[in-house]
């Protein structure tokens, strides 16, 4: 029988006073399968994920490109396992999608009614990104985490006045802020729905909002002390990636955008999410959908901008699907014929279980679609480069090894944690491009001979800094995205720092 209408079956013959005992068990299932399934995980660690652990070594209040908050949750991770395994390294984000889909089931059973908080919590730890998400651990993690629980804390301020819901509101904030500079998008969303709701015991119109907002500020002001200290290096990275240079729209870039969307949300949900944006323009809609439409619309419309001005990632609009999920699922549960919701859960119920055995066989040919595509390619090969790059410190005393470009730093970084040489990157001017120019540059602290892997063969720039360069050839690399790369020896360094 399909998962959607299991799940329906079995809610048909339950009372309200289950609910809540029947989301705890479903929600404790899904845990159990994404754990056992990361466990037997067998895709190497992205670059990103690598970059991750590598800033989770020493723990600060900023990194070239990111708030801390997730080294320090990588950092907890791995000290609770004794281990730098992949597992560990991810064990955060199962069990933090899994608190998330908590605080949407209490923000929808606040909102609505308990139904609604069970089909909406379900919804989330199903929605085809959380599956795959799940799988990886990224700062979009503790960034949905922190918005969900900011979210029922502002639900809760509106509703019943206390202090206690000001300060958990302005926690969540600021913890989100320490995650992904997104979070701020959060406050914007308020005072747009103070706008559109024109009374009186809107949050942003009593002061228990703006000491939440206070207390984030606080919490953030280590990091921009960082940043002051560290030349504002997020804050540069940050502009780079929007990157803004004059009106040339990217038609091609928004289509891909919305479309993916439809992936990121599930076809249905983001076609009924979709359906009622327009329908708002002509029905009175409840005060309840004014504010999930405030907290998901305009961060969905900034990035669909963002998208047409530059470029725009499937997962820079995943805080909008906190608000438009309990939406949703209120529409589903209550407005329109059961079918939808039963086709819809069918739907990730599949990529659910087809994520979940699919990551048990990401090594290099064990998933291979027709046509020959591997869906995991781009997390192989750095334990092949690591092999390689390892037997030719074997060969030779050498004091340490040099990576020329951000993936490879933190490929290298992670892969050759074990072994005695030091790892550091080539920084090819005064401006740092990443955290390990920044950090560990060579120039600063690694003594000849090193050895330099780099995916060019081109060595001008090395000739210009070593006297004695010895190409040591290409090496093949069996899988994954990086086919091959150069070593060589570099002896005579002119001009140490």
């Known amino acids: 029988m ?11 013959s339950e009372t309200s006073t289950d609910y809540t005992r029947f989301f705890a068990l479903v929600i404790a299932v899904i845990l159990l399968i994404r754990l056992v399934s990361l466990w037997f995980n067998n895709s190497e660690l992205f670059f990103d994920e690598a970059q991750y652990w590598f800033w989770a070594q020493e723990l600060e209040f900023g990194y070239f490109s990111k708030p801390p908050l997730l080294a320090w949750i990588i950092a907890a991770t791995t000290s609770l396992c004794g281990s730098d395994s992949a597992f560990c390294v991810r064990l955060a984000a199962p069990l ?70 000001a300060l958990l509101l302005g926690l969540a904030i600021g913890l989100g802020l320490n995650a992904k500079y997104a979070m701020a998008y959060f406050v914007g969303c308020a005072l747009i729905h103070a706008l559109v709701e024109q009374q009186e015991y809107s949050p942003p119109r009593k002061s228990g909002f703006w000491i939440a907002v206070a207390i984030a500020v606080a919490m953030l002001v280590p990091n921009i002390l960082w940043n002051v200290n560290h030349d504002f290096v997020t804050a540069s990275h940050t502009g780079d990636n929007i990157g803004w240079a004059g009106f040339d729209p990217n038609w091609t870039g928004l289509a891909e ?31 309840g959908h004014r504010l999930l439409l405030s907290f998901s619309l305009p961060v969905l419309l900034l990035i669909l901008l963002q998208a047409v001005m530059s470029k725009a990632y499937a997962n820079w609009a ?89 993936k490879l730093s933190a490929l290298m970084q992670y892969n050759l944690r074990d072994r005695k040489e030091s790892i550091r990157a080539w920084r090819y001017s005064e401006v740092p491009r990443d955290h390990f120019e920044l950090k560990v540059p060579f120039q600063k602290s690694l003594r000849d001979p090193a050895l330099v892997v780099t995916r060019s063969d081109n060595v001008d720039y090395m000739e210009d800094d070593f006297s004695k360069v010895t190409p040591l050839g290409e090496r093949k690399i069996a899988a994954g995205e ?7 020896r570099l002896e005579g360094h002119r001009k140490f720092q």
């Open 2 to 12: 399909p998962y959607g209408q299991v799940l329906l079956r079995d809610m048909n």
């Open 96 to 165: 933090f999608h899994v608190g998330t889909a908590v605080f949407v089931f209490l923000s929808a059973k606040t909102l609505f009614d308990i139904r609604t908080g069970f089909w909406a919590g379900v919804f989330y730890a199903t929605l085809p990104a959380v599956s795959l998400s799940s799988t990886i651990i990224s700062t979009d993690v503790p960034l949905l985490f922190c918005w969900s629980v900011a979210l029922y804390a502002y639900i809760r301020l509106q509703e019943d006045y206390q202090l206690k819901w």
């Open 257 to 287: 955008f919305f479309g993916s969307q439809f992936g990121v949300f599930g076809p249905i949900l983001f076609g009924i999410f979709i359906a009622t944006i327009l329908r708002m323009f002509r029905d009175n809609i409840s005060s």
């Open 318 to 406: 995943a805080t909008t699907y906190i608000a438009a999920t309990i939406l949703v699922a209120e529409i589903m549960v209550n407005r329109i014929p059961r079918a939808w919701l039963k086709a819809s859960m069918n739907i990730h119920g599949v990529v659910f279980v087809a994520i979940a055995v699919a990551v048990c066989f990401a090594g290099p040919g064990q998933l291979v679609l027709p046509g020959g595509a591997e869906p995991f390619k781009r997390t192989q090969g750095a334990s092949l480069i690591a092999d390689a790059v390892g037997q030719e410190l074997k060969a030779y005393d050498y004091s340490g090894v040099i990576t020329t470009d951000r």
């Open 482 to 488: 990086i086919g091959k790369v150069y070593l060589f």
